[in-house]
């Protein structure tokens, strides 16, 4: 069993996210766009977990699987392309039949000793990590994604044009060594629309890792307060459509894109 928060955990949580969300809030709504991590695009994603690590006991994670998924790629300040700013890889993880998810949302960030340092690269080839952990059956974890490919420039994935570009997921204990343990395939864009309704939340947790610490909860106030602010500007909007992993799994996204992308892999 996961354990549960402190009861001073919970409590500072709920003062601070009480009142910075509605900040969120009224950001978002005079944005017309999320409060941080405004522009970006996001990829239906095949996760392909090729090794079993026994920190992932008891998760989706846990076993060799592919699973189909949602990864949205962000400029964090707003900054046009090609400019310094905190980048986010915010991933959505869906159950083997698309009905669950699980989201993990990470930025770009380099490392200092045992800590993980926010960094402002000026591309989405950079390295990201979850900083704060998310809890399983074993235990905290962190979770890294590195790029496997380089020479993208960002209007390759702003624009939607970095289908079978490829990412590999990483997750080890809390200022321990990251093991790897799948390789995420970016698939088809979606629409700006699809993109548009999207809310990653790390409060979605229904693979088997929990938000407990105090930067989590505080997001479990501040999220739903920025997307209500936004959600004034569209009303009434459906959910977009479950992604799933493709129906071949020999299926190659990359030979047409790695034709005309620079870089290799």
């Not at 300040?77 to 009905?99: E, I, M, N, Q, T």
């Not at 992604?243 to 620079?262: E, K, L, Y």
Request: with cysteine; aromatic share 8%; net charge positive.
């Amino acid at each position: 069993m996961e354990p549960r928060p402190s009861l001073t955990t919970r409590l500072v949580a709920r003062l601070i996210g009480t009142a910075v969300g509605p900040l969120f809030g009224i950001a978002s709504y005079v944005r017309r766009r999320r409060a941080v991590h405004p522009y970006g695009d996001a990829y239906a994603v095949t996760i392909t977990i090729d090794e079993s690590l026994s920190s992932l006991a008891g998760t989706a994670f846990g076993n060799t699987v592919r699973l189909g998924g949602i990864v949205r790629l962000s400029h964090g300040l707003g900054r046009s392309a090609g400019k310094a700013d905190v980048r986010g890889f915010a991933l959505r993880a869906l159950g083997p039949d698309g009905a669950k998810k699980q989201d993990i949302v990470m930025m770009s960030t380099f490392t200092r000793g045992v800590r993980q340092m926010m960094s402002l690269p000026t591309s989405y080839t950079t390295r990201y990590s979850s900083v704060v952990p998310l809890t399983g059956p074993q235990g905290p974890l962190v979770f890294t994604c590195l790029p496997l490919e380089s020479g993208a420039a960002d209007q390759f994935f702003d624009r939607g044009s970095a289908t079978g570009f490829r990412f590999e997921l990483q997750a080890g204990v809390p200022h321990g060594t990251p093991y790897r343990f799948a390789e995420i395939e970016l698939g088809q864009p979606l629409s700006a629309d699809e993109a548009e309704r999207l809310r990653f939340d790390p409060c979605n947790a229904e693979l088997g890792l929990v938000p407990i610490d105090t930067i989590n909860l505080i997001r479990k106030i501040v999220y739903p307060m920025s997307q209500i602010g936004r959600s004034v500007w569209y009303p009434s909007r459906p959910a977009p459509p479950t992604t799933r992993i493709p129906s071949d799994p020999a299926q190659d996204h990359a030979s047409a894109a790695s034709a005309a992308r620079p870089g290799s892999r």
